[in-house]
T-cell receptor, first 114, second 116 residues
Framework: NAGVTQTPKFQVLKTGQSMTLQCAQD?????MSWYRQDPGMGLRLIHY???????DQGEVPNGYNVSRSTTEDFPLRLLSAAPSQTSVYFC?????????????FGSGTQLSVL | EDQVTQSPEALRLQEGESSSLNCSYT??????LFWYRQDPGKGPEFLFT???AGEEKEKERLKATLTKKESFLHITAPKPEDSATYLC?????????????????FGQGTILTVHP
């Protein structure tokens, strides 16, 4: 089992560019989410999904879009990259939407915006 | 606003030197408290979930305990391979929005280094 797969692992963008961070899970998990991790800040929730076709905002959603057309995939789109979006991004999934127990995380995408 | 504070920020131990990491929280109506381990360049990996005061869980050299206001992660006779960042998170069902999902609030983590 691959678990949660994120691509790319590293990315450098210029201010104003757009890109999509990919996330896929092969565990048939209902719940998927995106976090960003910044030094001294802890993990902060960007967007989450409780099933295909259902998404909602987390703590820091501005500047990001998501969609969930299939159970497996949950891409994160940066519409117009800003230096404040320089961070490490993690995708995570869990079996169902009623609890966050046993979140499975991907290995992360390190994004730098110049 | 829910707050989760972990201490110390960094901890350096000698192999075999037992110690504890602290996670204090202010959320009321706690649904669950979670401990994760994160190795450099990797995503967090689930360790434990605690649900009620007095609960304890163990895994190898790690033991997690929970009171009404804080949790401790006790490390007994640590080895260099225990070196990692340990993250604490709490789940508050009041942040559920339109679903039964409860948002996780993470602490900033404790960086543990165990020297041989």
């Amino acid at each position: 089992n691959a678990g949660v797969t994120q691509t790319p692992k590293f990315q450098v963008l210029k201010t104003g560019q757009s890109m999509t961070l990919q996330c896929a899970q092969d565990m048939n998990h209902e719940y998927m989410s995106w976090y960003r991790q910044d030094p001294g800040m802890g993990l902060r929730l960007i967007h989450y999904s409780v099933g295909a076709g259902i998404t909602d905002q987390g703590e820091v959603p501005n500047g990001y879009n998501v969609s969930r057309s299939t159970t497996e995939d949950f891409p994160l789109r940066l519409l117009s990259a800003a230096p404040s979006q320089t961070s490490v991004y993690f995708c995570a999934s869990s079996r169902d939407s009623s609890t966050n127990e046993k979140l499975f995380f991907g290995s992360g995408t390190q994004l730098s915006v110049l | 606003e829910d707050q989760v504070t972990q201490s110390p920020e960094a901890l350096r131990l000698q192999e075999g030197e037992s110690s504890s990491l602290n996670c204090s929280y202010t959320v009321s109506g706690l649904r669950g408290l979670f401990w994760y381990r994160q190795d450099p360049g990797k995503g967090p990996e689930f360790l434990f979930t605690l649900y009620s005061a007095g609960e304890e869980k163990e895994k190898e050299r790690l033991k997690a305990t929970l009171t009404k206001k804080e949790s401790f992660l006790h490390i007994t006779a640590p080895k260099p391979e225990d070196s990692a960042t340990y993250l604490c998170a709490v789940q508050d069902p009041r942040n559920a929005g339109g679903t039964s999902y409860g948002k996780l609030t993470f602490g900033q983590g404790t960086i543990l280094t165990v020297h041989p």
